[in-house]
């Protein structure tokens, strides 16, 4: 199994989230009141989302964002472009990374959720399958998927005018006060499996690909800004401050489908970025091929003035200012975009290969030189072929080349992104863990041992906001069911050596004390395993618990369905007919989707899919159920 399934899921499926940062806590006003209304706070627009293997395209129009006042009253639009004009986001480049859309003011007032709007009509989002999908993905490697096959579900407007609004409610309000700082992180999830949602009949049968905004989308608090791992974001400059200490961009993004040479689509969104006057910012003239000069101003740079194409690593202040971290300047688009951007497809002896958002592999050969960075930092954690040994595929990592003409391409920096290691979880004891993961090429195949992070390493805070240090885990998808503290690591042992495989994944932290020079787990997100297609054996009891058997091995599984309200199992039901793919949640907290659900539920007759958590007694905690009307599936 890959885990299409993290925060990610799978060949079918996605989640939107909201999340509300730097505010929380008290009630704070019922509305937006009067006499406040002119006053403002700013709050940083971001995008983000969890990692998939099977897609390298993943593009969705994000046309508005509206602010839902507590207690009522009208919402309040803070992010809006013109639906015919807006730019695709590619959701699979922001793998635990947020891209920034804005900064803007937003009206002071307290905010309990939101409605984001995406585009509804055919061709509002596309879809391109990566060079090498995981074994039984429904679609061919490196293929766009044509918008015909594409069916976006929810969508309201009439034909040409066609949306999708999200309605996202918050774990905790957002406060925003005169002059303050916050953010909003829209969280997209490729690996839950209600977003892209697969049917293929039996036979040669035409593929069709619900997209489903609506439904499984949760509040993904940040409770420090600072933390944010930025996505390196483009834009044009179009002002450098006279003192040199910071510029202004408008914020581009890339067309698609993609063109030779790269183009841009230029947005009236302006980004105002420091420079970094304490440490120093690192710019590279791509045009020149100079770099990196560490600069702590940026008057008189050449090859920075206005006009200039820009790409910049930057981080978050605890002010919410931006300051870079790095930057590339080029007089033309083209020039910042051309090295590649990705999940790492192939390690190989001294090179790596990156799948592209055409789907495609790009091979960069690393030289004595090339040197790594961790997440836009400034200082070297390695450097040459050396330090391909502690790379694996799937992490994410943007390569900044030496000659974007050249053949082969060549490494300059390597910035890991994100360091992820995912599988099935084995040989857990309290020192460490291992993960191992089988692909289709047996030459990506790894075993991965992590040491836990130390005891005494900061590691965010909890749902009251509390410190945390030391190693913690949490059940997908219910990131409020957190263990933390002295007991975690016993207990998370206990959990992941039950007779159910259990399967996880880890965004590793480079040189902490428990590793000073390689990889350790601060966290563990356990994940649903996915059975195969099956067969309804027994209906819901009074218990809650259902069995089915799979279709082709013959096993029965135990389902445990909650329908609690905000733990509750999210049931589907996909329907195909007549060449149309429907996808319709069904709410299981209220009395009438609880009996549509069990009455669906036919006996050697329906058709499931069952993704849960593995529990000690060896049954499933269910955490979505598809059963199937219609046509039936093939897988």
Not at 252 to 266: H, L
Not at 552 to 568: E, I, M, P, Q, R
């Amino acid at each position: 199994m890959h885990l299409k399934w993290v925060c990610r899921l799978a060949t079918g499926a996605a989640l939107v989230s909201l999340a509300a940062c730097g505010g929380s806590g008290n009630s704070g006003s019922n509305s937006i009141a009067s006499d406040t209304a002119a006053q403002t706070g700013n709050v940083s627009m971001l995008v983000s989302d969890a990692p998939t293997d099977d897609w390298a395209l993943v593009g969705v129009r994000v046309e508005s964002i509206a602010l839902v006042p507590q207690g009522g009253g009208a919402s309040v639009t803070v992010y809006s472009v013109d639906a015919a004009s807006a730019p695709y986001v590619n959701l699979v480049e922001l793998d635990q990374l947020s891209e920034i859309l804005g900064n803007v003011p937003v009206p002071v007032g307290t905010y309990t959720g939101a409605i984001v709007t995406v585009g509804g009509n055919s061709g509002d989002v596309a879809l391109t399958t990566s060079s090498d999908p995981e074994s039984g993905f429904a679609g061919a490697p490196s293929t766009s998927i044509p918008s015909s096959n594409i069916q976006i579900q929810h969508a309201q407007g009439s034909s040409g005018n066609l949306s999708v609004p999200i309605n996202v409610a918050f774990a905790s309000p957002l406060i925003v006060t005169a002059n303050s700082s916050n953010a909003l992180d829209l969280e997209f999830d490729l690996s839950h499996p209600a977003f892209i949602v697969a049917h293929q009949p039996p036979g040669a049968g035409t593929v069709l690909w619900g997209v489903n905004f609506t439904g499984p989308v949760r509040h993904h608090p940040i409770a420090d800004i600072t933390k944010l791992v930025l996505r390196q974001l483009y834009g044009t400059v179009t002002e450098i401050a006279s003192d040199g200490s910071s510029l202004t961009v408008d914020k581009d993004y890339r067309t698609y489908p993609i063109v030779n040479p790269e183009t841009a689509v230029q947005t009236s969104q302006a980004l105002t970025v420091d420079v970094d006057s304490a440490n120093g910012t690192l710019f590279y003239d791509v045009d020149a091929m100079s770099g990196p000069t560490k600069v702590t101003s940026f008057a008189g740079l050449t090859g920075l003035i206005d006009g200039s194409y820009l790409r910049i690593q930057a981080r978050y202040q605890a002010d919410g200012t931006l300051v870079a971290t790095r930057i590339w300047a080029s007089s033309t688009f083209n020039g910042v975009w051309a090295s590649p951007e990705g999940h790492v497809f192939d390690v190989g002896a001294d090179s790596i290969t990156v799948s592209n958002e055409s789907g495609q592999p790009v091979t960069v050969d690393i030289a004595s030189d090339t040197n790594f960075f961790f997440q836009g930092g400034t200082t070297a954690i390695g450097t040459g072929t050396s330090f391909l040994a502690n790379m694996v595929r799937g992490f994410k990592v943007h390569v900044d080349v030496v000659d974007p003409l050249a053949t082969p391409l060549v490494a300059q920096d390597v910035d890991i992104e994100t360091a992820e290691f995912s599988g099935q979880i084995g040989n857990a004891n309290t020192t460490s863990f291992d993960y191992t993961h089988d692909f289709i090429r047996s030459q990506d195949d790894y075993t991965q041992q992590l040491d836990y992070i130390s005891t005494t390493s900061a590691n965010g805070t909890d749902g009251s906001g509390n410190a945390i240090v030391g190693f913690k885990f949490w059940p997908f998808a219910y990131p409020t069911l957190l263990t933390d503290g002295s007991g975690a690591i016993g207990d998370f042992v206990s959990a992941v050596t039950t007779s159910i495989p259990a399967y996880g994944f880890t965004a590793a932290r480079w040189a902490d004390p428990a590793n000073p020079t390689g990889w350790s787990a601060p966290w563990v997100g356990l994940l649903p395993s996915p059975a195969p297609l099956a067969t309804v054996a027994g209906g819901l009891s009074s218990n809650d618990q259902f069995t089915f058997t799979t279709d082709v091995s013959a096993v029965t599984y135990t389902a445990d369905v909650s329908a609690s309200s905000g733990s509750a199992t999210l049931v589907y039901q996909v329907d195909r007919s007549n060449g149309i793919l429907t996808v319709s949640p069904i709410d299981i907290t209220t009395a009438s989707g609880l009996a549509t659900f069990t009455q669906a539920l036919v006996v050697g007759s329906t058709p499931v899919k069952v993704y849960g958590v593995p529990q000690a007694d060896g049954t499933l905690r269910a955490y979505v159920v598809f059963y199937y009307t219609g046509d039936s599936p093939a897988d």
